[in-house]
């Protein structure tokens, strides 16, 4: 089996070290206003004449909430689960800021190259404002004074287009679960179809490529570096991925998939002194599961075997779409004294119909499951998934559910928490379910949403209950201007007896206040 596996990693870097990988905005940055009318964008050359090229993605949000972490530390950029690591708690006090960001996308095409060579770049401004000045790093910058060095690269990256249907991209760049060239691609196409940035959404240094066989076949193989460590040792976290897409019709299409991940690291690197990897503080933090190996060093191989499937999920041809995907999480983490078996399985479906006049007459349901395991490893075994939120947080963002509370929405800039961040669900596995009802008030001009969710346990202990919790959420959008909202979100979550144990509640006897949050937004796509 092992031998297998190395033959598999060794094609994939033979075949895959021509770059990979690709780009796209933030979750709003390409989002439905935009109507993809042509199904094989990717494909056309870029007829602009000018040699710099700029979109800005502009966020402002206002919350109210009762939500707010305890240590005085994470006050700022907060990631993570609710109750977990970050000490987020719930509280009769109400939790009042704004927050804001600013996303310049930046494309150098010199017209001596035709095309053939581009650069591209995205970086980040984000602030709570009132929160620091006069000072250097991420997510500050907003108080009296300002003046912070605060600039945060997300991509920066070589994109070379040797022909038509071939890109290579090589440096700082999206790491998605999804074979579709990122920068060329809709927000909509990537959070609802593949694996939804369920297993992998972030960012990651690599060489990828996709290659377009046909207008209904393409093609996908990468190797992303995540972690280095020392570079005289072999201690590297190292990711491959290979993934291919036909489509059955104008509207409907399959794939399949393959990824794997050599982890040498054993939790070096990773987010400031949390680590990363299968056993590291990250876990608690993110939400995931942590392999129960104490201070002994490991070493693994993860693999995911997928496929995914999906029938005009955004309604762009018709009144009734769907999609969904199944993954097999599988491979081995090893130690001195002990190997460890990782066998899990994740599947999603979503369906949509459309039930009047307008483009937004639109009722969703959404229901994804994983396994889950409730005796650690200590019978030599995880019977759930892992996802690339052990390595990073975010390492992968489900935020196209509806929900607010009990899984993470993705109108965030400093602060991304939710009950269950992760399909994972700190690895007892869950299942969730949620009915959305979007209504067009004035067509293309004011939208409502109401939704509801529904989130259980796959397995737990006897001293933990299964029902994570129950939401009911809102929304209300108007439309300013062209790619130019003003947005109202209201959501709350009743808690259930998962959060009866102080093991999942942090350290509570008792269940805590339900979490509630109100907020408003304004999005801003210019170009």
Request: aromatic share 14%; with cysteine; glycine share 10%.
């Amino acid at each position: 089996m092992k031998r297998t596996f190395l033959m598999l990693t060794t094609a994939l870097l033979l075949v895959g070290f021509g770059p990979l990988a690709a780009w796209a905005c933030d979750e709003d940055c390409k989002h439905d206003h935009a109507e993809d009318t042509d199904p094989f964008p990717e494909l056309k050359q870029e007829q602009d004449p000018r040699e710099l090229n700029f979109i800005g993605y502009y966020f402002t949000k206002g919350t109210f909430s009762n939500i707010a972490p305890t240590n005085e530390f994470l006050k700022g950029q907060v990631v993570g689960r609710l109750f977990g690591g970050n000490t987020t708690q719930t509280s009769r006090a109400t939790s009042s800021y704004a927050e804001q960001r600013f996303i310049p996308l930046l494309t150098y095409s010199p017209r001596l190259l035709d095309g053939w060579a581009k650069i591209r770049a995205s970086f980040e401004f984000d602030w709570t404002w009132g929160d620091a000045n006069y000072g250097a790093g991420g997510n500050l910058g907003g108080a009296y004074g300002a003046d912070s060095v605060n600039m945060q690269t997300q991509n920066l990256f070589v994109e070379l287009r040797p022909q038509d249907n071939l890109f290579i991209n090589f440096g700082l760049q999206r790491i998605f679960d999804n074979v579709r060239v990122p920068w060329y691609t809709f927000t909509d196409d990537l959070v609802y179809k593949g694996y939804r940035l369920a297993f992998f959404g972030s960012d990651a240094t690599g060489v990828t490529a996709h290659y377009f066989f046909d207008t209904d076949k393409r093609a996908k193989i990468g190797f992303y570096q995540l972690y280095e460590n020392n570079v005289e040792e072999s201690d590297d976290v190292t990711f491959y991925t290979a993934e291919i897409e036909k489509d059955l019709s104008i509207d409907a299409s399959a794939g399949l998939s393959f990824q794997y991940v050599r982890d040498n690291g054993n939790g070096e690197g990773g987010v400031s002194i949390l680590g990363q990897g299968l056993n590291s503080g990250l876990s608690n933090y993110n939400g995931v599961f942590n392999f129960d190996f104490g201070n002994e060093d490991y070493t693994a191989d993860v693999f995911w075997l997928g496929t995914h499937f999906h029938k005009d999920p955004i309604l762009r041809q018709g009144d009734t779409g769907f999609g969904g995907f199944a993954v097999y999480n599988f491979g081995e983490a090893r130690t001195a004294t002990r190997d460890v078996e990782i066998s899990g399985l994740a599947a999603n479906f979503r369906l949509a119909h459309r039930y009047g006049s307008q483009m937004n007459d639109q009722i969703v349901l959404d229901t994804i499951f994983t396994t889950g395991d409730n005796n650690n490893i200590s019978d030599g075994k995880y019977n759930g998934v892992l996802t690339g939120n052990n390595w990073t947080a975010p390492g992968a963002v489900y935020f196209s559910h509806g929900l607010y509370l009990l899984l993470p929405h993705g109108n965030v800039v400093n602060r991304f928490v939710a009950a269950t961040i992760d399909i994972q669900n700190l690895g007892y596995g869950m299942s969730a379910t949620s009915l959305q009802v979007h209504k067009d008030l004035i067509p293309h001009k004011l939208k409502a949403k109401v939704g509801a969710g529904v989130g259980y346990s796959s397995k737990t202990p006897r001293s933990i209950g299964s029902q994570i919790g129950t939401e009911l959420n809102f929304n209300l959008r108007w439309t300013m201007k062209v790619f130019m909202d003003l947005e109202l979100h209201a959501a709350y979550l009743w808690l259930g007896d998962f959060y009866d144990s102080p093991e999942i509640n942090g350290g509570q006897l008792e269940r805590p206040l339900n979490p509630w949050t109100v907020f408003a937004t304004f999005k801003w796509i210019s170009f």
